[in-house]
């Protein structure tokens, strides 16, 4: 990769090991994602994907191997510095208070990123209006891209599965991204839920002119709506390059579409 566009990564990875006893999650995995780009990670089951975004996010430590956000060294930081920083996630198994209504789950997330709490509200009332106006507005802005107006109400835990998604990704959206990751945002949906989800990853995309790095299984949502794609197996990266150049990859076929019909 030639220097200008390595001078463009909003994120980069290098040389990451991760391992858990005797499972060595990731290999000495180096990759970047640019300002303005959607790479897909892709790779069968256990092959580490997960692990990646848990490393970018500092969920998990990685042995060795170090991580950049902006060009600055975040290996070392913790998942809510990381948050502020502008690295959002959504998770493969949804992490939303289940008990708070979709609106009141926004909100907190917002509070989260404000790092906002009772003291500032105490002691700069006025401060800490003026940004309750603006997270509210934000909030509701969100509410509707991702047309989640008919839910906005209803808790959680009484919606059906494909909105708690949507809710999910809208969690990470009032965290005002640069990066999103997003951990098989459609995992478990309808052909129509999933088709919603594309959209609003797009909109998304091309509205804000965020990053993302997307894990998912659903080879044609990701030939589709993917820049570049990453091919992750047992830890290893065995392939990077444009969906059409990933289709053809002997290496791919083998390790993962082969695997990928079953
Ligand atoms: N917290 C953990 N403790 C022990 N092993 C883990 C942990 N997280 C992941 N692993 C192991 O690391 C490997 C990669 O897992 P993961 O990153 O979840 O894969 P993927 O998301 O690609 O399915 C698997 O073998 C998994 O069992
Ligand atoms: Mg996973």
Redesign the pocket.
Known sequence: MNEMAENNAILKVENLE?S??G????KGVCLDVKQHELLAII????????????CVNAF?HPQEGRVFFEGRDITNLRPDQISRLGVSRTF?NIQLFVGLSVVDNLMAARHFKMNYNWLEGAFYFGRARRAEVENRRIVEDIIDLLELEPVRKQVVETIPYGLRKRVDLARALVQDPKLLLL??PMAGMNAEEKEDMARFIIDVYELWGISAVL?EHDMSVVMDIADRIAV?DF?REIAVGTPEEIKGNPKVIEAYLGKAAE
Not at 23 to 26: E, P, R
Not at 43 to 54: E, V
């Open positions: 991760l858990f006893g499972v060595q999650a990731l790779g069968p089951n256990g092959a580490g994907k997960t692990s990646f975004m848990n998990y493969q951990d098989e894990v992750l830890g």
